[in-house]
Nanobody
């Protein structure tokens, strides 16, 4: 099945940028990025289809974050710009098998990376 291994994350000042990476398996599937802060539910913030199209962003990150994938290198990315303190969280990449139209159903993902911490101050 799809396997995900995250890298990136760290600490950055407000207004700064970070890029999260996720090494993934070959194939065509939905992929998403989620984040979670202690005491709150995991939030789906972006998704896309490795076969192209169907990109989704939650309102709070739209215009600041960009999800992408590099099929040649089996890599997934989340470019985060203009970071704010409220972006501080543990970030997870995720995947699910399915059709393009299913990718924005953020509560349907069932394959997860290990998580990486992002701290904005």
């Amino acid at each position: 099945d799809v396997q995900l291994v995250e890298s990136g994350g760290g600490s950055v000042q407000t207004g700064g940028s970070l890029r999260l990476s996720c090494a993934a398996s070959t194939g065509t599937y939905c992929t998403g990025w989620f984040r979670q802060v202690p005491g709150k539910e995991r939030e789906g913030i972006a998704s896309t289809y490795t076969g192209g199209g169907s990109t989704y962003y939650v309102t709070s990150v739209k215009g600041r974050f960009t999800i992408s994938h590099d099929n040649a290198n089996n890599a997934l990315y989340l470019q985060m710009n203009d970071l704010k303190a409220e972006d501080t969280a543990t970030y997870y990449c995720a995947a699910r098998r399915g059709a393009r139209w299913q990718c924005s159903t953020m509560n349907s993902y069932d394959i997860w990376g290990q998580g990486t911490q992002v701290t904005v101050s």
